[in-house]
Protein backbone atom coordinates (compact mmCIF):
# COMPACT_ATOMS: atom_id res chain seq x y z
CA UNK A 1 0.00 0.00 0.00
CA UNK A 2 1.71 3.36 -0.93
CA UNK A 3 1.24 5.73 1.44
CA UNK A 4 1.75 9.69 0.83
CA UNK A 5 0.99 11.75 3.97
CA UNK A 6 -0.13 15.43 3.55
CA UNK A 7 -0.42 18.04 6.53
CA UNK A 8 -4.02 17.98 8.02
CA UNK A 9 -4.70 21.37 6.45
CA UNK A 10 -5.45 19.29 3.27
CA UNK A 11 -8.69 18.64 5.37
CA UNK A 12 -9.72 22.28 4.21
CA UNK A 13 -9.92 21.30 0.36
CA UNK A 14 -13.15 19.41 -1.05
CA UNK A 15 -13.86 16.21 -1.30
CA UNK A 16 -11.27 15.48 1.72
CA UNK A 17 -13.90 17.68 3.72
CA UNK A 18 -16.34 14.82 3.38
CA UNK A 19 -14.12 12.53 5.60
CA UNK A 20 -13.22 14.97 8.39
CA UNK A 21 -16.76 16.00 8.80
CA UNK A 22 -19.06 12.90 7.17
CA UNK A 23 -22.03 13.60 5.53
CA UNK A 24 -22.12 17.10 5.40
CA UNK A 25 -18.97 19.73 6.23
CA UNK A 26 -19.63 23.33 7.93
CA UNK A 27 -16.27 25.68 7.50
CA UNK A 28 -16.69 26.20 11.38
CA UNK A 29 -16.81 22.82 12.15
CA UNK A 30 -13.68 21.86 9.94
CA UNK A 31 -11.74 24.39 11.80
CA UNK A 32 -12.07 23.60 14.80
CA UNK A 33 -11.37 19.84 14.58
CA UNK A 34 -8.68 21.02 12.74
CA UNK A 35 -7.35 22.33 15.93
CA UNK A 36 -8.74 19.61 18.13
CA UNK A 37 -6.05 17.23 15.54
CA UNK A 38 -3.27 19.75 16.37
CA UNK A 39 -3.76 19.52 20.13
CA UNK A 40 -4.03 15.29 20.15
CA UNK A 41 -0.58 15.80 18.13
CA UNK A 42 -1.88 14.44 14.49
CA UNK A 43 0.23 16.16 11.63
CA UNK A 44 -0.37 14.06 8.97
CA UNK A 45 -3.04 11.97 7.08
CA UNK A 46 -2.54 9.66 4.42
CA UNK A 47 -5.78 8.53 1.91
CA UNK A 48 -5.12 4.95 0.96
CA UNK A 49 -7.46 2.14 1.97
CA UNK A 50 -9.18 -0.57 1.05
CA UNK A 51 -12.42 1.68 1.01
CA UNK A 52 -13.49 4.53 -1.33
CA UNK A 53 -15.81 7.46 -0.06
CA UNK A 54 -16.19 10.48 -1.94
CA UNK A 55 -12.88 10.02 -4.52
CA UNK A 56 -10.38 9.60 -1.17
CA UNK A 57 -9.32 6.08 0.30
CA UNK A 58 -9.60 5.20 3.52
CA UNK A 59 -8.93 2.69 6.06
CA UNK A 60 -12.53 1.86 6.97
CA UNK A 61 -16.15 3.48 7.53
CA UNK A 62 -18.85 2.18 10.39
CA UNK A 63 -22.03 3.84 11.68
CA UNK A 64 -20.04 5.98 13.85
CA UNK A 65 -16.75 6.76 12.73
CA UNK A 66 -14.48 7.57 9.20
CA UNK A 67 -10.95 5.54 9.73
CA UNK A 68 -8.20 6.97 7.67
CA UNK A 69 -4.30 6.16 8.61
CA UNK A 70 -2.26 9.08 9.89
CA UNK A 71 0.64 10.09 11.52
CA UNK A 72 1.16 11.05 15.70
CA UNK A 73 4.89 12.39 16.84
CA UNK A 74 6.32 10.60 13.31
CA UNK A 75 4.57 7.18 13.79
CA UNK A 76 1.39 5.84 12.03
CA UNK A 77 -1.62 5.84 13.70
CA UNK A 78 -4.73 4.61 12.89
CA UNK A 79 -7.51 7.95 13.56
CA UNK A 80 -11.62 7.00 13.85
CA UNK A 81 -13.02 10.74 12.86
CA UNK A 82 -16.60 11.04 14.97
CA UNK A 83 -18.89 10.92 12.12
CA UNK A 84 -21.77 14.28 12.25
CA UNK A 85 -24.48 11.95 12.12
CA UNK A 86 -23.49 9.53 14.44
CA UNK A 87 -25.85 9.05 17.31
CA UNK A 88 -22.89 8.81 19.89
CA UNK A 89 -21.81 12.86 21.33
CA UNK A 90 -18.11 11.80 22.00
CA UNK A 91 -15.43 9.67 21.43
CA UNK A 92 -14.48 9.35 25.30
CA UNK A 93 -16.99 6.36 26.12
CA UNK A 94 -15.44 4.03 23.19
CA UNK A 95 -12.19 5.13 24.37
CA UNK A 96 -12.88 4.01 27.74
CA UNK A 97 -13.76 0.33 26.70
CA UNK A 98 -10.72 -0.07 24.31
CA UNK A 99 -8.63 0.66 27.46
CA UNK A 100 -10.37 -2.33 29.38
CA UNK A 101 -9.89 -4.37 26.73
CA UNK A 102 -6.19 -3.40 26.02
CA UNK A 103 -5.63 -4.37 29.60
CA UNK A 104 -6.51 -8.15 28.65
CA UNK A 105 -4.23 -7.67 25.75
CA UNK A 106 -6.95 -7.60 23.14
CA UNK A 107 -8.03 -4.88 20.38
CA UNK A 108 -5.60 -2.01 18.71
CA UNK A 109 -3.71 -0.47 21.35
CA UNK A 110 -5.02 3.21 22.37
CA UNK A 111 -3.32 6.18 21.74
CA UNK A 112 -5.40 8.97 22.75
CA UNK A 113 -8.72 10.45 22.16
CA UNK A 114 -10.32 13.72 22.53
CA UNK A 115 -14.21 14.69 21.01
CA UNK A 116 -14.34 13.71 18.05
CA UNK A 117 -11.25 11.81 17.56
CA UNK A 118 -9.82 8.17 18.93
CA UNK A 119 -6.22 7.75 18.22
CA UNK A 120 -5.04 4.17 17.96
CA UNK A 121 -2.75 1.79 16.60
CA UNK A 122 -3.26 1.06 12.66
CA UNK A 123 -3.67 -2.45 12.42
CA UNK A 124 -2.45 -3.28 8.81
CA UNK A 125 -3.84 -6.53 7.58
CA UNK A 126 -6.98 -7.74 5.92
CA UNK A 127 -10.47 -8.55 7.14
CA UNK A 128 -11.58 -12.01 7.95
CA UNK A 129 -13.48 -13.17 5.41
CA UNK A 130 -11.15 -11.79 3.01
CA UNK A 131 -8.52 -13.56 4.19
CA UNK A 132 -11.16 -17.18 4.95
CA UNK A 133 -11.83 -16.82 0.86
CA UNK A 134 -8.06 -16.86 0.08
CA UNK A 135 -6.93 -19.98 -1.46
CA UNK A 136 -3.75 -20.17 0.59
CA UNK A 137 -5.44 -19.80 3.85
CA UNK A 138 -5.16 -23.98 4.29
CA UNK A 139 -6.98 -25.66 7.00
CA UNK A 140 -4.45 -25.82 9.75
CA UNK A 141 -3.84 -21.34 9.56
CA UNK A 142 -7.23 -21.17 9.72
CA UNK A 143 -7.69 -23.59 12.56
CA UNK A 144 -4.97 -21.71 14.66
CA UNK A 145 -6.67 -18.49 14.11
CA UNK A 146 -9.88 -18.95 14.31
CA UNK A 147 -8.99 -20.93 18.17
CA UNK A 148 -6.99 -17.30 18.46
CA UNK A 149 -9.71 -15.25 17.92
CA UNK A 150 -12.18 -17.40 20.20
CA UNK A 151 -9.20 -17.31 23.12
CA UNK A 152 -9.60 -13.21 22.81
CA UNK A 153 -13.04 -13.45 23.31
CA UNK A 154 -12.54 -15.84 26.16
CA UNK A 155 -10.59 -12.80 27.50
CA UNK A 156 -13.37 -10.40 26.77
CA UNK A 157 -15.73 -12.52 28.66
CA UNK A 158 -13.91 -13.38 31.89
CA UNK A 159 -13.01 -9.46 31.84
CA UNK A 160 -16.70 -8.62 31.91
CA UNK A 161 -16.35 -6.57 28.92
CA UNK A 162 -19.03 -7.34 26.08
CA UNK A 163 -18.22 -6.35 22.72
CA UNK A 164 -21.26 -6.12 20.97
CA UNK A 165 -21.10 -6.77 17.78
CA UNK A 166 -19.41 -10.05 17.59
CA UNK A 167 -22.35 -11.68 15.52
CA UNK A 168 -20.68 -9.64 12.65
CA UNK A 169 -17.59 -11.06 13.14
CA UNK A 170 -16.52 -10.56 9.45
CA UNK A 171 -16.58 -6.54 9.93
CA UNK A 172 -14.48 -6.70 13.56
CA UNK A 173 -11.53 -8.68 13.27
CA UNK A 174 -8.78 -8.04 11.22
CA UNK A 175 -6.12 -10.82 10.25
CA UNK A 176 -2.30 -9.78 9.83
CA UNK A 177 0.43 -12.05 10.03
CA UNK A 178 1.35 -13.27 13.19
CA UNK A 179 -1.90 -11.76 15.03
CA UNK A 180 -5.44 -11.17 14.83
CA UNK A 181 -6.84 -8.01 15.97
CA UNK A 182 -10.77 -7.58 17.22
CA UNK A 183 -11.49 -3.79 16.49
CA UNK A 184 -14.67 -1.39 17.23
CA UNK A 185 -15.29 -0.92 21.05
CA UNK A 186 -18.14 0.81 19.98
CA UNK A 187 -20.86 -1.05 21.42
CA UNK A 188 -19.02 -2.47 24.12
CA UNK A 189 -20.29 -2.69 27.35
CA UNK A 190 -19.36 -3.80 30.94
CA UNK A 191 -22.95 -3.62 32.35
CA UNK A 192 -24.36 -6.38 29.94
CA UNK A 193 -23.86 -10.18 30.25
CA UNK A 194 -21.03 -10.82 27.84
CA UNK A 195 -21.94 -13.04 25.14
CA UNK A 196 -18.39 -12.85 23.06
CA UNK A 197 -17.47 -16.63 22.66
CA UNK A 198 -21.14 -17.67 21.85
CA UNK A 199 -21.69 -14.63 19.30
CA UNK A 200 -18.32 -14.97 17.71
CA UNK A 201 -18.56 -18.66 17.57
CA UNK A 202 -22.22 -18.57 16.01
CA UNK A 203 -20.96 -16.01 13.70
CA UNK A 204 -17.60 -17.98 12.64
CA UNK A 205 -19.06 -21.92 12.54
CA UNK A 206 -22.99 -22.09 12.36
CA UNK A 207 -24.16 -18.51 10.61
CA UNK A 208 -24.03 -17.83 6.80
CA UNK A 209 -21.19 -15.76 5.59
CA UNK A 210 -18.10 -16.24 6.80
CA UNK A 211 -19.33 -19.44 8.30
CA UNK A 212 -19.67 -20.96 4.84
CA UNK A 213 -16.09 -19.82 4.01
CA UNK A 214 -15.24 -21.75 7.20
CA UNK A 215 -17.11 -25.00 6.80
CA UNK A 216 -15.36 -25.79 3.37
CA UNK A 217 -11.71 -25.37 4.42
CA UNK A 218 -11.96 -27.45 7.78
CA UNK A 219 -13.99 -30.17 8.87
CA UNK A 220 -16.31 -28.89 11.77
CA UNK A 221 -18.46 -31.46 14.20
CA UNK A 222 -22.89 -31.88 13.51
CA UNK A 223 -24.53 -28.34 14.05
CA UNK A 224 -26.28 -30.11 17.03
CA UNK A 225 -22.59 -30.23 18.82
CA UNK A 226 -21.67 -26.94 18.22
CA UNK A 227 -24.61 -25.90 19.83
CA UNK A 228 -24.28 -27.89 22.54
CA UNK A 229 -20.84 -26.82 23.45
CA UNK A 230 -21.64 -23.50 23.35
CA UNK A 231 -24.93 -23.71 25.28
CA UNK A 232 -22.90 -25.86 27.85
CA UNK A 233 -20.12 -22.99 28.04
CA UNK A 234 -22.66 -20.07 28.02
CA UNK A 235 -24.50 -21.81 31.20
CA UNK A 236 -20.86 -22.02 33.20
CA UNK A 237 -18.53 -20.09 30.90
CA UNK A 238 -15.55 -21.86 32.96
CA UNK A 239 -11.78 -22.02 31.31
CA UNK A 240 -12.65 -25.63 31.30
CA UNK A 241 -15.98 -25.52 28.80
CA UNK A 242 -14.24 -23.00 26.99
CA UNK A 243 -11.61 -25.18 26.23
CA UNK A 244 -14.15 -27.87 25.44
CA UNK A 245 -15.46 -25.55 22.17
CA UNK A 246 -11.79 -25.24 21.03
CA UNK A 247 -10.85 -29.15 21.27
CA UNK A 248 -14.50 -30.25 20.22
CA UNK A 249 -13.78 -28.22 17.20
CA UNK A 250 -10.23 -29.65 16.22
CA UNK A 251 -8.96 -25.91 16.50
CA UNK A 252 -6.02 -27.38 18.90
CA UNK A 253 -5.21 -30.56 20.20
CA UNK A 254 -6.38 -31.33 23.99
CA UNK A 255 -4.18 -30.53 26.53
CA UNK A 256 -1.99 -32.06 29.10
CA UNK A 257 -1.97 -32.50 33.15
CA UNK A 258 -5.54 -31.30 33.14
CA UNK A 259 -6.01 -31.25 37.01
CA UNK A 260 -2.85 -29.16 37.50
CA UNK A 261 -3.52 -26.67 35.02
CA UNK A 262 -6.94 -26.09 36.34
CA UNK A 263 -5.67 -25.34 39.81
CA UNK A 264 -3.26 -22.96 38.22
CA UNK A 265 -5.23 -20.92 36.15
CA UNK A 266 -7.23 -19.95 39.57
CA UNK A 267 -3.56 -19.10 41.27
CA UNK A 268 -3.84 -14.99 41.04
CA UNK A 269 0.10 -14.83 39.28
CA UNK A 270 -0.99 -17.43 36.67
CA UNK A 271 -4.77 -17.26 36.13
CA UNK A 272 -4.15 -14.63 33.31
CA UNK A 273 -1.32 -16.52 31.49
CA UNK A 274 -2.74 -19.99 31.72
CA UNK A 275 -5.91 -18.29 30.03
CA UNK A 276 -3.78 -16.58 27.49
CA UNK A 277 -2.34 -19.56 26.48
CA UNK A 278 -4.94 -22.73 27.12
CA UNK A 279 -3.61 -25.79 27.45
CA UNK A 280 -0.49 -27.47 27.89
CA UNK A 281 0.45 -29.18 25.08
CA UNK A 282 3.81 -29.95 26.77
CA UNK A 283 6.27 -31.79 24.27
CA UNK A 284 7.19 -34.91 25.59
CA UNK A 285 10.43 -36.18 24.72
CA UNK A 286 10.65 -39.96 24.57
CA UNK A 287 14.00 -40.64 23.54
CA UNK A 288 16.05 -39.91 26.98
CA UNK A 289 19.78 -40.16 24.93
CA UNK A 290 18.20 -36.87 22.45
CA UNK A 291 16.82 -34.72 25.62
CA UNK A 292 20.11 -35.10 27.03
CA UNK A 293 21.92 -34.20 23.83
CA UNK A 294 19.81 -31.44 22.95
CA UNK A 295 19.81 -29.76 26.45
CA UNK A 296 23.72 -29.98 26.38
CA UNK A 297 23.10 -27.93 22.88
CA UNK A 298 20.86 -25.67 24.24
CA UNK A 299 23.03 -24.58 27.46
CA UNK A 300 24.18 -20.86 27.40
CA UNK A 301 22.49 -20.36 24.20
CA UNK A 302 20.10 -18.28 22.80
CA UNK A 303 16.56 -20.43 21.69
CA UNK A 304 18.17 -18.88 18.07
CA UNK A 305 21.15 -20.09 18.36
CA UNK A 306 20.45 -23.53 20.01
CA UNK A 307 17.93 -24.45 17.37
CA UNK A 308 20.09 -23.43 14.33
CA UNK A 309 23.10 -25.91 15.77
CA UNK A 310 20.16 -28.15 16.44
CA UNK A 311 19.25 -28.42 12.67
CA UNK A 312 22.93 -28.65 11.52
CA UNK A 313 23.46 -31.48 13.92
CA UNK A 314 20.64 -33.48 12.98
CA UNK A 315 21.49 -33.01 9.28
CA UNK A 316 25.13 -35.09 9.50
CA UNK A 317 22.88 -38.35 10.50
CA UNK A 318 19.49 -37.53 8.48
CA UNK A 319 17.16 -38.21 12.27
CA UNK A 320 18.11 -38.00 15.58
CA UNK A 321 21.63 -40.19 15.74
CA UNK A 322 22.10 -43.54 18.59
CA UNK A 323 25.56 -42.40 21.12
CA UNK A 324 26.97 -45.16 18.65
CA UNK A 325 26.64 -42.72 15.45
CA UNK A 326 27.52 -39.62 17.66
CA UNK A 327 30.62 -41.85 19.44
CA UNK A 328 32.34 -42.54 15.63
CA UNK A 329 31.50 -39.18 13.84
CA UNK A 330 34.87 -36.93 13.77
CA UNK A 331 34.92 -34.03 15.99
CA UNK A 332 35.56 -31.72 12.77
CA UNK A 333 31.77 -32.88 11.81
CA UNK A 334 30.51 -31.60 14.83
CA UNK A 335 32.51 -28.93 15.04
CA UNK A 336 31.41 -27.70 11.57
CA UNK A 337 27.86 -28.35 12.81
CA UNK A 338 28.69 -24.95 15.16
CA UNK A 339 29.10 -26.73 18.68
CA UNK A 340 32.34 -25.47 20.93
CA UNK A 341 34.89 -27.97 21.95
CA UNK A 342 33.96 -28.33 25.06
CA UNK A 343 30.11 -29.28 24.01
CA UNK A 344 31.79 -31.80 21.76
CA UNK A 345 33.71 -33.68 24.98
CA UNK A 346 30.75 -33.85 26.83
CA UNK A 347 27.99 -35.65 24.16
CA UNK A 348 30.89 -37.62 23.13
CA UNK A 349 32.06 -38.93 26.69
CA UNK A 350 27.49 -39.06 27.21
CA UNK A 351 27.47 -41.15 24.32
CA UNK A 352 30.07 -43.45 24.96
CA UNK A 353 28.96 -44.20 28.04
CA UNK A 354 25.40 -45.00 27.19
CA UNK A 355 27.35 -47.10 24.69
CA UNK A 356 29.39 -48.89 27.73
CA UNK A 357 25.90 -49.13 29.76
CA UNK A 358 27.34 -47.00 31.94
CA UNK A 359 24.04 -44.85 32.16
CA UNK A 360 21.13 -46.81 32.03
CA UNK A 361 18.15 -44.83 31.76
CA UNK A 362 15.64 -47.21 33.02
CA UNK A 363 16.92 -47.52 35.96
CA UNK A 364 16.92 -43.69 36.75
CA UNK A 365 13.57 -43.46 35.21
CA UNK A 366 12.83 -45.56 38.50
CA UNK A 367 14.92 -42.93 41.20
CA UNK A 368 12.91 -40.27 43.14
CA UNK A 369 13.69 -36.57 41.38
CA UNK A 370 16.47 -35.88 43.71
CA UNK A 371 18.08 -39.19 42.99
CA UNK A 372 18.37 -38.56 39.38
CA UNK A 373 19.47 -35.36 39.88
CA UNK A 374 22.04 -36.82 41.84
CA UNK A 375 22.53 -39.38 38.78
CA UNK A 376 22.21 -37.71 36.31
CA UNK A 377 24.82 -34.70 37.34
CA UNK A 378 27.55 -37.29 38.02
CA UNK A 379 28.19 -37.19 33.87
CA UNK A 380 30.35 -34.45 32.84
CA UNK A 381 28.84 -31.65 30.99
CA UNK A 382 25.33 -32.08 33.07
CA UNK A 383 24.97 -29.83 36.07
CA UNK A 384 21.59 -29.55 37.91
CA UNK A 385 19.81 -27.65 34.87
CA UNK A 386 20.03 -30.00 32.69
CA UNK A 387 19.15 -32.72 34.98
CA UNK A 388 15.66 -30.32 35.47
CA UNK A 389 14.92 -30.18 32.25
CA UNK A 390 15.45 -34.23 31.85
CA UNK A 391 13.07 -34.61 34.76
CA UNK A 392 10.01 -32.52 33.50
CA UNK A 393 10.37 -33.03 29.84
CA UNK A 394 11.69 -36.75 29.26
CA UNK A 395 10.48 -38.11 32.97
CA UNK A 396 7.34 -35.95 32.99
CA UNK A 397 7.20 -35.18 36.64
CA UNK A 398 4.70 -32.53 37.73
CA UNK A 399 6.84 -30.82 39.94
CA UNK A 400 10.64 -29.32 39.25
CA UNK A 401 11.63 -26.10 39.09
CA UNK A 402 14.60 -25.62 37.71
CA UNK A 403 15.74 -22.42 39.86
CA UNK A 404 18.88 -21.32 37.62
CA UNK A 405 16.86 -21.02 34.45
CA UNK A 406 17.18 -17.39 32.94
CA UNK A 407 13.16 -17.67 31.70
CA UNK A 408 11.98 -18.74 34.79
CA UNK A 409 14.35 -16.29 36.87
CA UNK A 410 12.53 -13.06 34.18
CA UNK A 411 9.29 -14.31 34.53
CA UNK A 412 9.37 -14.58 38.64
CA UNK A 413 10.65 -11.32 38.51
CA UNK A 414 7.92 -9.65 36.26
CA UNK A 415 5.50 -11.99 37.54
CA UNK A 416 5.75 -10.73 41.55
CA UNK A 417 7.22 -7.23 41.05
CA UNK A 418 10.71 -7.47 42.01
CA UNK A 419 13.57 -5.07 41.46
CA UNK A 420 16.44 -7.36 40.20
CA UNK A 421 16.35 -11.12 38.87
CA UNK A 422 15.96 -13.20 41.61
CA UNK A 423 18.76 -15.69 43.19
CA UNK A 424 17.85 -19.47 43.22
CA UNK A 425 16.35 -19.52 46.80
CA UNK A 426 14.39 -16.43 46.17
CA UNK A 427 13.16 -18.69 43.05
CA UNK A 428 12.33 -21.47 45.53
CA UNK A 429 10.19 -19.10 47.86
CA UNK A 430 7.81 -17.43 44.76
CA UNK A 431 7.52 -20.63 43.08
CA UNK A 432 6.36 -22.52 46.53
CA UNK A 433 2.51 -22.05 45.79
CA UNK A 434 2.87 -23.64 42.76
CA UNK A 435 3.79 -26.96 44.21
CA UNK A 436 2.90 -29.81 43.50
CA UNK A 437 3.01 -28.55 39.87
CA UNK A 438 5.99 -26.31 39.37
CA UNK A 439 6.76 -27.94 35.82
CA UNK A 440 3.66 -26.85 34.36
CA UNK A 441 3.79 -23.71 36.19
CA UNK A 442 7.82 -23.30 34.75
CA UNK A 443 5.88 -24.28 31.20
CA UNK A 444 3.59 -21.47 30.92
CA UNK A 445 5.87 -18.63 32.33
CA UNK A 446 8.16 -20.00 29.18
CA UNK A 447 5.49 -20.18 26.74
CA UNK A 448 4.54 -16.50 27.67
CA UNK A 449 7.98 -15.30 27.01
CA UNK A 450 7.56 -17.47 23.37
CA UNK A 451 10.52 -19.75 24.48
CA UNK A 452 9.06 -22.74 22.18
CA UNK A 453 12.50 -24.45 21.65
CA UNK A 454 11.91 -26.21 25.06
CA UNK A 455 8.71 -28.29 24.09
N1 LIG B 1 -7.05 0.38 14.23
C1 LIG B 1 -7.43 0.19 12.95
N2 LIG B 1 -6.50 -0.08 12.00
C2 LIG B 1 -6.89 -0.28 10.72
N3 LIG B 1 -8.15 -0.22 10.27
C3 LIG B 1 -9.12 0.07 11.17
C4 LIG B 1 -8.81 0.28 12.54
N4 LIG B 1 -9.96 0.54 13.19
C5 LIG B 1 -10.94 0.48 12.27
N5 LIG B 1 -10.46 0.20 11.04
C6 LIG B 1 -11.25 0.08 9.78
O1 LIG B 1 -12.33 1.00 9.79
C7 LIG B 1 -13.59 0.34 9.74
C8 LIG B 1 -14.58 1.09 10.60
O2 LIG B 1 -14.13 1.10 11.94
P1 LIG B 1 -15.09 0.79 13.16
O3 LIG B 1 -14.31 1.00 14.40
O4 LIG B 1 -15.74 -0.52 12.96
O5 LIG B 1 -16.16 1.98 13.01
P2 LIG B 1 -17.68 2.05 13.53
O6 LIG B 1 -17.64 2.11 15.03
O7 LIG B 1 -18.18 3.30 12.94
O8 LIG B 1 -18.35 0.82 13.04
C9 LIG B 1 -13.30 -1.07 10.19
O9 LIG B 1 -14.19 -2.00 9.67
C10 LIG B 1 -11.89 -1.30 9.69
O10 LIG B 1 -11.91 -1.68 8.33
MG1 LIG C 1 -17.94 -1.12 13.29
Known amino acids: MIQRFQSISVFTKEPYKKILAFPKPKDSEIKKRIMELEKLGVSHVSFTGPLQIERCQILGKGYVGMVVLAKKDGGLVALKIRRIDSPRKNMSNEAKLLKIANKSGIGPRFIKNSKNFLVMEYVDGEKIIDWAKKSETKSEEMRSVLNNILRECYLLDDAGLDHGELSTIDKHVIIQKNRNTIIDFESSSIDRKTSNVSGAAQAIFIGTGLAKIV ?129 INYIKGLSKQVLKKEIMFANIAKLDDEQVTEELTKIKGIGNWTAQIYLMFCLQRKDILPVDDLGIKKGIMELFSLKKLPDPKTVEKFAARWKPNRSIACWYIWKNQRINAIG
Open 215 to 343: QKKIKLPSKTKIINLIRQYKKNPTLENFEKITVGLKLQKPGKFLKAVSALSKDKKLESIVKKIGPCTMRITKNPYQTLVEAIIYQQLSEASATAITKRFLKIYGKFPTAKQVAVTSNKKLKYAGLSGTK
